[in-house]
């Protein structure tokens, strides 16, 4: 199992970004799929989720309204489009099947 994170990057505050995570090993198209982060001194939060044909998805309470999931089965890919982001976004995103994460992407939102 591969996952790995891009995009992420500095941004000020009320700016977006747009997560990618590339994805092998597995069944991509069957594969629920999920967002985590990781703030600085603190364990990893649940972000977002979404079924494997992407018709149901789930948010965090702290990002619902802000950020959107989305994959692309036919690249196995998935997505984390993330807009107004706010200094307290500011964390490690990993793109998560299960237990299996990859490395990480930074984020930081900061003026």
């Known amino acids: 199992v591969q996952l790995v994170e891009s995009g992420g990057g500095l941004v000020q505050p009320g700016g977006s970004l747009r997560l990618s995570c590339a994805t092998s090993?597995?069944?991509?198209?069957?594969?629920?799929m999920n967002w985590a982060r990781q703030a600085p001194g603190n364990g990893i939060q649940w972000v977002s989720t979404?079924?494997?044909?992407?018709?149901?998805?789930l948010y965090s309470n702290s990002v619902k309204g802000r950020f959107t999931i989305s994959r692309d089965n036919a690249k196995n890919a998935l997505y984390l489009q993330m807009n107004d982001l706010k200094p307290e976004d500011t964390a490690v995103y990993y793109c998560?099947?299960?237990?299996?994460r990859g490395q990480g992407t930074q984020v930081i939102v900061s003026s």
């Open positions: 998560r099947r299960g237990a299996d």
């Open positions: 090993g597995f069944s991509f198209s069957v594969a629920q």
């Open positions: 979404i079924n494997a044909d992407g018709s149901t998805t």
